[in-house]
């Protein structure tokens, strides 16, 4: 089974407490040994926040903030690796060298990629590449809501939806630099297209990650092609 796992950066290193990403890393080592090929996109989170809102004050343009958010995510990255076994040694910088990792073994782990693009872009997009059986975003809330329950109390979880429903409720997400949403809408149209199999959980528990991709255990969204239920194969021994 090969499966991309798109880890919020906010989810890995809030605090860059090593003991977090050592649990998150161990996770994504279970899935190796399970049999897995896999792949990490790690995000920002509240770090790359931070570095942006200060290089706005300062004048910067939006494809400068960017770059800034991509630097930090691929930081994320590097901490990631060194609490990996098979990792390849850097973060891969575009997804043929991701591709190249994941099918000599190791596991490929990436950032942010280019201006304009989220890394939950950059893990559909992976996941396109390589033709992954199923994309997890681990993110900091347990799903897809109709509504910002941060903001909204009245916002309800979806267990399940198609893909085409889910770029309708995230279709009017604000795309800037620094932007935080379970899913934005380019990576949901990414989805769209490829017609994958997602799944949106609150990933601050690594364990949950485990299993939703081996099992198809979890608490937040199930995410189908339009026209289909199949379920990845690893699901249904």
Known sequence: MRVVVSI?????APDLAHERI????AAVERLVEAGCSVGVVVGGGGIAREYIDTARNLG?????????GISVTRLNARLLISALDDAAPSP??????AGEAMRRGDVAVMGGVTAGQTTDAVGAALAEYTNADLLVYATSVPGVFSAD?????????????TASELVDVIGNIEMNAGSSAPVDILAAKLIERSRMRVVVLDG???ENIVD??????????DISPDDTTETPALWQE
């Open 212 to 221: 939703a991709v081996l099992r198809g255990e979890h608490d937040g969204t």
């Open 149 to 161: 329950p941060n903001e909204d109390s009245s916002a309800q979880r979806f267990d399940s939806m």
């Open 92 to 97: 891969a910088e575009d997804y043929e060298t």
């Open 22 to 25: 050592r649990a998150h890393a």
């Open 8 to 12: 919020g950066g906010s989810v890995l």
């Open 204 to 206: 601050t528990d690594p």
């Open 60 to 68: 910067a343009n939006e494809i400068e903030l960017d770059d800034i």
